[in-house]
């Protein structure tokens, strides 16, 4: 079993849709929650990091995270083209910054 | 502030050749890492070094990849000889304070794209 899994769609939707990205983790120890942002080749930009179950928010994106069924989720409200993207989940083990991500989901919102 | 930079930005190469990338991190950071990202996945940490030190290369394979940060600076990544299942974007990463504590940000390169042929 992988340690992080990620919904790898790809998804299509149209603009002004509200966008529902997914990820399932399997080590209890993972602590910390990141979603990151990747245009086409480009390197990922953090998006959205937490450390506690409940949600975070930051303009359109909402970053969800139950530790109890470990499971993260990243809402993106009034979607616009500017956000087709690769997104990333990753989460950090208990030391030394690794990051474990998951293998993304490609969006794509047309106008 | 400069983010990080890394060169070359596309290689293409023949199997069983040798090739090198380099990386510069933001300037003062103390923890570099290197990720392999292959088409379709997320990236996977090849290694990371807290200034001059390796701290995790659990995942590199020591066979034919080598890595080094001179001075806690600059780094280079070595893959020698390549594979057919080595093309993918390498990327570079920092982030800074000495500590390397889970809460700091990963700043991301634009990466190196290989394609071994």
């Known amino acids: 079993q992988k340690e992080v899994e990620q919904d790898p769609g790809p998804l299509s939707v149209p603009e002004g849709a509200i966008v529902s990205l997914n990820c399932t983790y399997s080590?209890?120890?993972?602590?910390?929650f990141m979603w990151y942002r990747q245009y086409s080749r480009k390197g990922p930009e953090l998006l959205m990091y937490t450390y506690s179950s409940g949600n975070k928010e930051d303009g359109r994106f909402t970053a969800q995270v139950d530790k109890s069924s470990k499971y993260i989720s990243l809402f993106i409200r009034d979607s616009q083209p500017s956000d087709s993207a690769t997104y990333l989940c990753a989460i950090k083990g208990t030391s030394y910054g690794k990051l474990t991500f998951g293998q993304g989901t490609i969006l794509t919102v047309h106008p | 502030e400069a983010g990080v930079a890394q060169s070359p930005r596309y290689k293409i190469i023949e199997k069983r050749q040798s090739v090198a990338f380099w990386c510069n991190p933001i300037?003062?950071?103390?923890?570099l890492y290197w990720y392999q990202q292959i088409l379709g996945q997320g990236p996977k940490l090849l290694i990371q070094f807290q200034n001059n030190g390796v701290v995790d290369d659990s995942q590199l394979p020591k066979d034919r990849f080598s890595a080094e940060r001179l001075k806690g600076v600059d780094s280079t990544l070595k893959i020698q000889p390549a594979k057919l299942e080595d093309s993918a974007v390498y990327l570079c990463?920092?982030?800074?304070?000495?500590?390397?504590?889970?809460?700091?940000?990963?700043?991301f390169g634009p990466g190196t794209r290989l394609l071994v042929l």
């Open positions: 300037s003062g950071h103390a923890t």
């Open positions: 990463a920092s982030s800074g304070g000495a500590s390397g504590g889970a809460r700091e940000t990963q700043y």
């Open positions: 080590n209890s120890a993972f602590q910390y």
